[in-house]
């Protein structure tokens, strides 16, 4: 772990159930390769994730079984490690190669920019050669221009100790916000190509493994497995997905079934199938047996499910990458302090408005205070924010360099449009936040970009834990305490601390802590903010000004509402070349000193 990682606290742990094949799974880690700084229960680093893959390697393979590592893309955009070098990502790539991973993908956030996926056509994927599938995403060649597969579409393979024979693909969701430098084909239409129906018809295959950046259950991966089962009924297949951001564990049939591990480095999937058939083993059990697991990221799990401890976890490699994780923190000066929050600021823990919202925060004090082009004099404006442009709370105390990233990764600006009714505006706001299916079904086949937060997609109700309320205003967590604290093995010690509490196909019993469970509320797609109305009441007319990430919804919402501006003529730059995190960072080193 890094040297300021808080150390994690003892917990009743369930057990791993080990079987024939193993796999662990990262997805949507968004650059959190040095684990969470502040929380303990995510405190572990790439580094210790090294040591913990090959350390389970061992272990399963001194039993004769196999163990394969998985990683299901939106490896960048999120956190200062990838965000805040100049070229962005040039030291995540350096750490992310050290682990051993055999089935590797893209998400949708390596696709948004073309520097971005440029980057990994040119250095991810060659670090990961043999391992990096995209069944259906092409990209133009920067040097020769030519559109080709940004990586082998699928591939097959026998694992090292039982040569069980697999058929492995990539897949991205049906995601339409890439830059025109690449082409994702709908999974729908994927599935028809002959490589594809080829590949599924192979009858030397003991398993189909799909990973992908999908969401466990989805339609795509509906799509997927009806096309495999189709042409095999009885073959297992083990899907890997994510980019919802949440734990979930989908069963399709008693052979098929999908698991997604989180985010941010917060997750270590754990699977196990036992019972598959293989060339010279038939199955001796009436069929496989498929079994999942959510491993906290920190060392307290990973000694126990290893059965080491300080002296015997750390491998080597691991502990370099662990350094090569601290040097590039320290050149990157992710914690230089810019000011200090005074208390803890939720994305989805309170409600929408409350006092500790950071959605609340920010309409009543950091837009207010910050969005200001001069050029516009006094006249009236509203600002439009999508809530998905904030990526994680805001946790009392040191601000830091990396804090502004977790929470601002993007390089979105503002834009405005003058003279727009104040009424019409309220319609919008009405048309953005119904669920973002109305928008996707006024203009099938549009480009839209999904624009709630992923979390908000995949959790449609609000889980209120009652008596979290009164124990809001207390620190989860005592960091002073938990810095110096070894991590104790005494079973009578054990706190139960807040976590995930995951309900999932199979049951309650996927998280390998024990923890409370945590409040989730829903929160708007879009919030507003009314800025420079010195009249009281409201402005006949105003400065319609927005993030840029919403300008094709908002041109939609705009048609909906009855407004007749065309949001891609008529707008305008607004405060010139002023980001989002340009403006939050500004505000907190004003506003938010330290004592
Ligand atoms: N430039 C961007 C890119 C994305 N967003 C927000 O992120 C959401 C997608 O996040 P995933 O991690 O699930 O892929 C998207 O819906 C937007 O809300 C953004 O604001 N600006």
Avoid at 98 to 113: A, C, M, P, R, W
Avoid at 282 to 308: A, E, Q
Avoid at 412 to 427: A, G, H, I, T, W
Wanted: proline share 6%; charged share 25%; glycine share 6%.
């Amino acid at each position: 772990a890094q040297p300021s990682a808080p150390a994690p606290i003892s917990a009743s742990l369930r057990e791993l159930e080990f079987g024939q094949l193993n796999f662990l799974h990262t997805t949507d880690t968004h650059g959190w390769l040095a684990g969470h700084l502040q929380e303990p229960s995510y405190s572990a680093d790439w580094g210790d994730y090294v040591s913990f893959a090959t350390r389970m390697r061992e272990k399963v393979e001194a039993q004769g079984q196999d163990l394969l590592v998985v990683d299901t893309g939106d490896r960048v955009e999120g956190n200062g490690l990838y965000d805040s070098s100049a070229p962005k990502g040039v030291y995540l790539s350096e750490i992310l190669r050290h682990q051993h991973i055999d089935v590797i993908t893209s998400g949708n956030h390596e696709l948004y920019k073309q520097n971005t996926s440029e980057a990994e056509f040119l250095t991810t994927v060659p670090n990961f050669r043999g391992k990096y599938l995209a069944s259906n995403i092409d990209i133009t060649h920067p040097e020769t221009n030519e559109l080709v597969p940004l990586a082998p579409r699928f591939k097959k393979f026998t694992t090292k100790q039982q040569g069980i024979r697999i058929v492995a693909f990539g897949f991205l969701f049906d995601f339409t916000g890439n830059y025109n430098n690449t082409v994702v084909q709908p999974v729908e239409k994927t599935i028809k190509e002959d490589w594809f129906q080829e590949a599924i018809r192979d009858k030397d295959v003991d398993l189909f493994l799909v990973a992908g950046h999908v969401p466990a259950h989805s339609p795509e991966y509906r799509a997927i497995f009806e096309e495999i089962r189709g042409i095999r009924w009885d073959t297992p297949i083990q899907f890997f997905g994510g980019h919802q951001h949440i734990r979930d564990y989908a069963k399709y049939d008693s052979k098929a079934f999908a698991l997604a591990s989180g985010r941010f480095m917060e997750t270590i999937g754990f699977m196990s199938i036992d019972g598959l058939s293989t060339s010279d083993r038939p199955s001796t059990t009436s069929g496989p047996v498929f079994k999942r697991r959510y491993i906290d990221n920190n060392l307290y799990s990973f000694y126990h499910h290893t059965g080491l401890d300080e002296e015997s976890f750390p491998t080597e490699k691991g502990r370099n990458v662990s350094q090569l994780i601290t040097e590039s923190r320290s050149a990157l000066r992710l914690d230089r302090v810019h000011g200090c929050a005074p208390r803890t600021l939720w994305m989805s823990r309170v409600p929408y408005p409350h006092k500790d919202s950071v959605f609340t925060w920010l309409q009543t004090q950091v837009l207010p205070d910050s969005l200001k082009d001069e050029s516009r004099g006094e006249v009236p404006s509203v600002a439009i924010l999508n809530t998905g442009a904030i990526r994680f709370d805001i946790f009392q105390g040191q601000f830091t360099q990396d804090t502004i990233w977790t929470i601002s990764p993007f390089t979105n600006s503002f834009r405005y449009v003058k003279d727009v009714p104040y009424e019409k505006v309220q319609l919008i706001m009405e048309v953005l936040n119904k669920q973002t299916k109305i928008l996707d079904t006024f203009e099938s086949g549009s480009s839209l970009p999904p624009l709630p937060r992923p979390e908000n997609l995949a959790r449609m109700e609000d889980f209120i834990v009652e008596e979290e309320e009164e124990s809001l205003d207390t620190p989860i967590y005592d960091m002073a305490a938990l810095h110096q604290a070894p991590i104790s093995t005494n079973r009578q010690d054990n706190k139960i601390v807040p976590g995930y509490t995951t309900k999932d196909d199979a049951g309650t019993d996927g998280d390998d802590t024990l923890h409370s469970p945590i409040s989730f509320y829903q929160v708007p797609n879009c919030i507003q903010a009314l800025l420079s109305a010195n009249t009281s009441g409201v402005p006949e007319t105003v400065d319609l000004i927005y993030i840029e990430f919403i300008q094709p919804h908002l041109a939609l919402a705009a048609k909906f509402a009855g407004l007749d501006v065309d949001f891609f003529q008529d707008s305008d730059v607004y405060m010139s070349s002023t980001t989002m995190t340009d403006l939050l960072l500004a505000w907190v080193k004003k506003h938010w000193k330290c004592e």
